[in-house]
């Protein structure tokens, strides 16, 4: 073994790997990075879909992806529904499961914290609670047990998280504005 072949200096060879390797890549199609974490993204059916999320300097495309999910329908309603539904019918189940969201189908995002404190002088608990990442947010609320003081935490969440990407869809789509 020459000294070139013990180091592996020789193993690309012409015309054996480099068919090859090209092939492989290309039916990934993100080969390199991995996913830093998921959003959820409201297809044009209505029902929510993760989408992975990349590091921005490995993913230039993220908002066209967003883009794509949220003008067609979810994968499970591509693969159940017969495709004879137009664009109008999907957008129109879309418009009505946004209407009326089915409730505790999200969990709060990893990690998120509650964080409560019992005052024995009003007889009542002050609480917050921390999501970090994407959809960070901190709220505070008060309450007079502590079961309600979580509820009411987590439905503020949720409330500051739809208005939050309402405002999104808002800025990214061009709007009439009625005067
Ligand atoms: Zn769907």
Redesign the pocket.
Known sequence: MSLRESLGLNKYKPGKVAEKKPAAKAALPHPGPKAIGTEDVV?L???VEKMNLFELKHDRFQDARREKMQQR??S??RRDEHDSRTFRDWQKAGEKRRKNPPQARHRLPDGSTFFVTYNAESESWTGTLTVTGENGHTLTAMSRGVFGLLSILDSKYRQWLHTKRQEKTEVTEPQVVAT
């Open positions: 297809c059916c209505g029902h329908p979810c499970t309603c």
